[in-house]
């Protein structure tokens, strides 16, 4: 985290106080049920750790990890090599790993079919819980709750805690996100300029969406890039993106 990051959050005590004592209990709750190593990370794509109200990792200072010497929030391509990281790109749901392979309430066969296990216990990680935790704007977080020992009854344990440990995820992860996030107004747009974003997501140039939605070339124009403005973003592509994450395009045209 930059200090630009670490002034920002440290604007509001309340917001900090809320950060730190969400993070205790993610810690209390990981103790209470028997996975009491933690690894959380408020956006995925991001190689900067949570820190603190003093400006250091929690990871140091809340959180334990089962490897000390790993300091994997240090390690800059750690969130591309994980299999754990890869996972809650693909679910956005809580999920297990347990004996070599990660499951979830229902089938899910993109998750099942990750690699993990080798990975698993490189890391030292004989069972885990993993919380993702999607937020607006398109970022993912996510919180680990794992274990150095196999856990024998760790699906019966999914089954009875998955909504606690998601909701605390969430909670973490949000009030993190809210603190180092900006006060920007709203975005509200219209159908016209939803029905613009949408096909040119699909790939239709402005004369393709002009055609499709009954107006001219140059209003398509006008339309994306009052979009893009509302948005603040510059371009088409980033007004896209933006607009996805903001969930007003779904995941198709």
Not at 56 to 80: I, N, V
Not at 227 to 253: D, F, W
Request: hydrophobic share 45%.
């Amino acid at each position: 985290m930059t200090a630009t990051t670490v002034q920002t959050l440290g604007g509001s005590d309340e917001r900090l106080a809320r950060v730190l004592d969400l993070a205790v209990r993610v810690r209390d709750l990981g103790a209470e049920i028997g996975l009491p190593y933690i690894a959380a990370s408020a956006d995925i794509s991001s190689p900067e750790p949570m820190l603190g109200p003093d400006g250091l990792p929690l990871a140091e200072t809340t959180f334990e990890w089962l490897d000390a010497g790993l300091r994997y929030w240090r390690d800059r391509s750690f969130a591309l090599r994980a299999p754990f990281i890869l996972a809650a790109r693909y679910a956005a749901d809580p999920f297990f790993y347990h004996e070599g392979r990660f499951s979830s309430w229902r089938p899910l066969p993109r998750l099942e079919a990750i690699a993990v296990r080798e990975a698993a216990e490189d890391f030292g990680v004989a069972a885990a819980i993993i919380a993702p935790a999607y937020l607006t704007g398109g970022v993912i977080g996510a919180v680990v709750w794992a274990s150095a020992k196999p856990v024998p009854d760790l699906p019966a344990l999914y089954e009875a805690r998955a909504d606690q440990l998601h909701g605390a995820a969430l909670r973490l992860v949000s009030a993190y996100r809210d603190g180092v996030g900006d006060d920007a107004p709203l975005a509200r747009l219209t159908k016209r300029e939803i029905q613009c974003l949408k096909w040119a997501a699909a790939g239709k140039t402005d004369a393709d969406i002009g055609q499709i939605i009954g107006i001219s070339g140059p209003t398509v124009r006008f339309h994306v890039q009052n979009a893009a403005l509302k948005l603040r973003v510059a371009g088409r592509a980033q007004a896209i993106h933006r607009a996805t994450g903001l969930g007003y395009l779904g995941s198709a045209a």
